[in-house]
């Protein structure tokens, strides 16, 4: 799960703890994961949770920072890694849904059940390996449930996230919800738009990323989906022509795709051997596998703005209008530059696919030289799946990878713009189409020097 490096610097940290008087021990995820024996998440920390008060961590070791020393958390740096050591605290009162008025310092018991989850309100010792559980976490993973510590409304109206953060252990363990907690949930859901966007991207991110169908399954349950994405609902009931969509209307094609994804990644996680090499340098890269989710959910977003019935029922130019909204909805999950721009470029590109095998050389090179263009395949598989299952497309640009060198996919252009210029042309758009046409002429096999593509561009002069 956690390397054994990572696990044996973390216990050294709580040893040093134990024999200078404090109580220490392993606290959150990690316990959890250990115990589910579950491969690390996104997030693959060991923290640790102790009596000692930040200015005592401070003296007891070397490199240390202080993060978050008003909620008595200090970062202590061994071998270049930093472990959160925080301070066993009770907590006043949540008056913004996200944080504590105030702290103070308090018993590993009463740290325990100011957490959120009873799976994630677990602490372990590393010297004498045993789990501390006050709050019934060790019954709950064997049950499979997620369920709040104490009070569900008074947990989640501490922190809102809380509601986002119950439906990712739920998709990413494939625990069940207890019922108390599943109401609270649904009671609360519009409280969500609290949280800030950043904060609420970046837990849709690390839920789609483990299981993207259930995530969004239980989101739409939940009702937090309409208060989140309000545009994914919009596709509920959209009829799709039957010929090429016999599994429904757009949100359930949509969800089908995700359950493609979710498949991939489970694939991933049990055995590498059973992917593809593109599909796995795709998964094990975060910021792919987030372009992909995020792609995937989004592709067809614009399909109930575009939809038409001529000769049958129609969505034109729905790629288009599925990256314009996906764009306002990246600005509105306040998402990265580089994320907006790749989940735009693959949602955009995801219709390209239907004409590849009729595509010249010089479009084809051009199509797969894009730096999305791993991701877009998978996109393109999992859209076929959902609809009418046909992969050709997909398997022909596979093959192609396979036979065309890189340096011919994407070359060195033969001339550029001062050769042109040194000729006599001047610069404005005659120029910039005329390195246009060179180009595709060289990716067509037509022209292969430097001197035959300035004869060419001497007949245009």
């Known amino acids: 799960m956690f390397s054994d490096d990572t696990e044996a610097i973390a ?92 702290i103070s310092f308090a018993t590993s018991r009463e740290d325990a059940f100011r957490r959120d989850f009873t799976i994630n309100g677990m602490f372990y010792n590393p010297v004498s390996k045993t789990i501390i559980d006050f709050v019934g976490g060790k019954v709950d993973l064997q049950k499979r449930i ?10 989640f109206n501490e922190d809102y996230l809380r509601l986002l953060r119950a439906i990712r252990f739920s998709a990413r363990f494939g625990f069940q919800i207890e019922e108390n907690t599943f109401s609270a949930i649904k ?11 950043e904060r609420i991207c970046k837990e849709l991110t690390l839920s ?37 969509h016999p599994e429904g209307d757009c949100f359930e094609h949509t969800m089908l795709a995700m ?15 059973t992917l593809r090499a593109d599909q796995t340098e795709v998964l094990q890269d975060r910021h792919k596998r987030s372009v ?46 580089a994320e907006t721009k790749d989940i735009g470029a693959c949602i955009r590109n995801h219709m390209k696919f239907m004409f590849v095998q009729k595509m010249k050389k010089s479009k084809l090179n051009t199509f797969l030289a894009r730096e999305t263009i791993d991701i877009e395949i998978i996109l393109h598989e999992a859209d076929c799946f959902s609809s009418h299952g046909m992969m050709d497309n997909a398997e022909f640009l596979l093959k192609k990878i396979e036979e065309i060198p890189p340096e011919e996919i994407k070359p060195l252009p033969l001339v550029k713009g001062d050769d042109l210029l040194a000729m006599g042309f001047t ?33 245009r002069l």
């Open 11 to 102: 216990k050294s940290i709580v040893v040093k703890l134990i024999n200078n008087g404090f109580e220490a021990y392993f606290a959150g995820g990690f316990v959890r994961d250990m115990l589910l024996d579950f491969p690390a998440g996104a997030s693959p920390d060991i923290d640790i949770a102790t009596s000692a008060h930040p200015k005592d961590i401070i003296n007891l070791f070397d490199n240390t920072k202080e993060v978050g020393v008003s909620f008595g958390v200090v970062l202590v740096i061994k071998h270049g890694l930093a472990f959160d050591v925080a301070t066993f605290r009770s907590d006043g009162q949540y008056i913004d849904g996200r944080r504590p008025e105030e």
């Open 146 to 155: 997620i369920r709040t510590i104490g009070e569900p409304l008074d947990r």
């Open 187 to 197: 009671t609360l859901a519009r409280n969500i738009s609290k949280i800030s966007a």
């Open 208 to 244: 789609f990323c483990a299981a993207p169908a259930k995530t969004l399954r239980i989101l739409d349950e939940t009702g937090l989906l309409e208060h989140i994405l309000p545009e994914i609902c919009r596709m509920k009931g959209v009829e799709q022509p039957p010929e090429y």
């Open 259 to 273: 359950e493609y994804l979710e498949d991939l990644i489970n694939r991933y996680i049990a055995d590498k051997n």
């Open 292 to 337: 992909l989710v995020w792609s995937t959910l989004l592709h067809d977003i614009g399909k109930p703005d575009t939809k038409t019935i001529e000769d049958r029922i129609r969505f034109n130019r729905h790629d288009e209008k599925s990256a314009d909204i996906t764009y306002e909805i990246a600005r509105r999950l306040k998402m990265s530059s």
């Open 427 to 459: 610069q404005g758009k005659i120029l910039g189409d005329l390195l246009k046409e060179i180009y595709e002429n060289q990716m067509d096999g037509l022209l292969d020097t430097k001197e035959q593509a300035l004869d060419f561009a001497k007949n």
